[in-house]
């Protein structure tokens, strides 16, 4: 009987105990969000470790369970929007992602058209070839479509949404581009790499074009508004 009655009391004491570290865990989370702001999860833990000692473990479920009563509110961080150059050349020359993406276009283009020309059969070259062309063919033509369609980059359509529609808009690219070819010109290996160049490059320019007007204008088709001055005679 007094075990039992030694058991309830140390089940009742550990309950408290952990009470009491739940209480504490969550106004220390509280004053840390006040305070200092975290911009994810993952450095509100790390503070929560360097500063109170709580480990990971102790504080995520508590956030959890913070998050369903609503006490804390989660959400994905705010993406800022990538601002396209104003001037043409930033997208060749430039530091920013603009140009790399032109680059890795270029590079791509150029790599495809020179395996495709020789014959590689086999070595590293041929598992190169591979990997290139299906990059090629299978993202690269529909992505350069996708930046035609959303030239933009913000938080509305994110990269990997990006991503899956370029490999959709690719394959659906790849079987018209395959009808076209298998009905009028000659349907091989070359000419799919130059029909799906030639498209990949409009597509660039293209983007370039309306991506330019992005960043001097802030639009793209919407028509400038006229300012309207008002003069009062006095």
């Known amino acids: 009987m007094a075990d039992k009655k030694e058991k309830r009391k140390q089940k009742y004491k550990d309950k408290s105990e952990a009470n009491l570290e739940k209480a504490e865990i969550k106004q220390k989370i509280t004053t840390i969000l006040k305070e200092k702001k975290p911009n994810n999860v993952r450095t509100l833990t790390e503070i929560m470790e360097s500063d109170h000692e709580f480990l990971p473990e102790q504080v995520l479920p508590i956030i959890k369970e913070m998050e369903n009563s609503n006490e804390i509110k989660l959400q994905e961080p705010i993406i800022e929007p990538t601002i396209p150059p104003k001037k043409i050349l930033e ?45 090629f063919m299978l993202i690269l033509s529909g992505w350069s479509l996708t930046s035609v369609i959303f030239p933009e980059l913000n938080d509305n359509f994110r990269f990997l949404e990006r991503v899956a529609t370029a490999i959709g808009l690719s394959i659906v690219i790849l079987v018209l581009d395959g009808l076209f070819l298998n009905y009028t010109f000659r349907f091989n290996v070359l000419s799919i790499a130059l029909s799906l160049t030639l498209i990949i490059l409009i597509c660039l320019m293209i983007s370039i074009i309306l991506r330019i007007r992005l960043g001097k204008f802030g639009y793209i088709f919407k028509k400038e508004e006229e300012e309207i001055i008002e003069v009062f005679e006095g």
């Open 91 to 135: 997208f060749f020359w430039g530091r920013n992602y603009f140009a790399y993406e032109f680059w890795m276009t270029i590079t791509t283009i150029a790599l495809v058209l020179t395996l495709v020309l020789l014959d590689v059969r086999s070595g590293i070259f041929f598992y190169l070839r591979y990997a290139v062309v299906c990059f």
